[in-house]
């Protein structure tokens, strides 16, 4: 089931907030509850995801004891093996059978786990902070609730076991609990805006023009309309969700992390990889380029471990060339700008954000493309290539539908560009009162009531 949906907000949150507060009192009770919970809500899916699910958290867990007991070096590597495998097979299988060997591969068609990126990096980083010497073995509930934890189980954030394992043990109901309830409740709100009334309608302008690229020919202003909705439609999309994600963590009364910092804000590359999708690319940083060696090397060295952490970053995203060629151009464009500073060279801040958005959003175009020719097409239409035109998202049928949500476009760019984080509204700005629950609850009604009247549409971020 889906955040923004009629069903996991009136049935399923009421019900498994309500009886995890029930059980406050009794530890094991509560964990066990919202692990069985998060199955369930895992399941909803497709039941043949559970397996998957579990037996990777359990497999893990039996490694991680057996190397709490013997000390062996090999054996957090042997779970390392086995989650990259299981990545590997389902998600990968197809995509590196078909590059190799091309007509001759017949492909699986495997069922694609949801969300098996994520809760496979996350035992991965517990598996290596094990082995560079983290003493942490944790009860079986402490690791299920972990990795199954329903709100971050999809699409993230991407949680260290260090960060959220501690703080099972304070009482739900503790002094802060209707704050925490109220933030929370606020920040989902913000979270299902963001996707409901911005993402998704944004999506009616992006999608039916790069559909049209891939048989056509756009003109200037429908291309950078295309590419424009779909930098913004995919930053209301996941950091909604990620919005959504935290603040369903405060109403549990655990604190998740932030995974954006007003992104498009950036004033170079390096800085806007501070501010998207932070906990992937601290994952990154941290288990990829550093042991790779990371800057402490010669200039070649390092660029090259730039360069490989950004396309595997890019294969992260999804099987295909075009998330490997998205990967690569971040990477090439972080190895420019450490070699423009290392030579004392820095741009103004003013054209420096000028120009990161710029790269970002021509190279959102390469992510979102089906495949290269679209690719190509969008941005040599940006360029000029085919004509200047004048009518936006232009023409009848869906595109011509499109324009009468065209102002979605104005406003969500001032929301990215000028506006203030959902964070620094949700948990800093607004002082939790009595009266708010008015707005707040109208508003929720408001944003279901939309779910309700639209074809409901899921996470970009699912797919990966």
């Avoid at 295309?226 to 405060?250: E, K, V």
Wanted: with cysteine; aromatic share 14%; proline share 5%.
């Amino acid at each position: 089931m889906l955040f923004n949906s009629q069903v996991f907000v009136f049935c399923f949150l009421p019900l498994v907030l309500a009886g995890y507060y029930a059980l406050a009192r009794y530890k094991s009770w509560r964990q066990g509850f919202v692990v069985l919970a998060s199955l369930v809500f895992y399941g909803w899916w497709d039941v043949r995801y559970l397996p998957l699910l579990a037996g990777l958290a359990l497999g893990t867990w039996l490694i991680a004891l057996a190397f709490g007991r013997w000390r062996r070096g090999w054996i957090p590597l042997a779970g390392v093996t086995l989650n990259l495998a299981a990545l590997g097979v389902f998600k990968y299988a197809d995509f590196l059978g078909g590059s190799l060997a091309g007509a001759l591969w017949r492909p699986w068609h495997l069922v694609l786990p949801l969300g098996i990126s994520f809760f496979v990096f996350q035992k991965i980083s517990y598996l290596i902070d094990l082995r560079r010497g983290d003493r942490h073995i944790y009860r079986f509930l402490d690791f299920a609730m972990f990795v199954t934890f329903f709100p971050q189980l999809i699409a993230g954030p991407l949680v260290r076991h260090n960060e959220i394992i501690p703080q099972f043990a304070a009482d739900p109901r503790r002094a802060e609990m209707w704050q925490n309830l109220s933030r929370g409740l606020v920040l989902f709100v913000i979270g299902v805006a963001k996707k409901v009334a911005l993402a998704d309608t944004l999506a009616t302008l992006a999608d039916p023009l790069f559909a049209r690229a891939g048989h056509g020919v756009l003109n200037l202003a429908q291309a950078w309309t295309a590419a424009g909705a779909y930098t913004l439609q995919i930053y209301f999309d996941f950091s909604g969700y990620s919005d959504m994600a935290i603040g369903l963590g405060l109403m549990f009364g655990l604190t998740l992390p932030v995974n954006f910092d007003a992104p498009y804000r950036a004033i170079s590359i390096r800085d806007f990889w501070r501010r998207w999708h932070i906990t992937l690319s601290r994952f990154l940083r941290d288990y990829l380029y550093i042991p790779l060696g990371g800057s402490r090397c010669p200039p070649w060295r390092q660029t090259a471990n730039l360069v490989a952490t950004m396309l595997l970053g890019g294969l992260w995203h999804g099987a295909s060339w075009t998330f490997v060629a998205w990967g690569g151009l971040h990477g090439l464009a972080l190895a420019a700008e450490h070699g423009w500073n290392g030579r004392g060279l820095r741009l103004p801040p003013g054209l420096g954000r000028v120009l990161t958005l710029l790269f970002v959003l021509c190279g959102w175009v390469l992510f979102r493309a089906a495949d290269f020719p679209t690719a190509g097409a969008i941005l040599a239409a940006m360029a000029g290539g085919g004509g200047l035109g004048g009518g936006g998202a232009g023409g009848g049928g869906p595109e011509g539908v499109a324009l009468a949500n065209a102002w979605v476009l104005p406003v969500g760019a001032a929301l990215a560009l000028l506006g203030p984080t959902s964070q620094q509204v949700a948990l800093v700005r607004l002082a939790p009162r009595p009266w708010l629950a008015v707005p707040a609850g109208l508003g929720l009604v408001f944003l279901l009531l939309m779910i309700g009247g639209r074809l409901q549409s899921a996470f970009i971020y699912f797919q990966f």
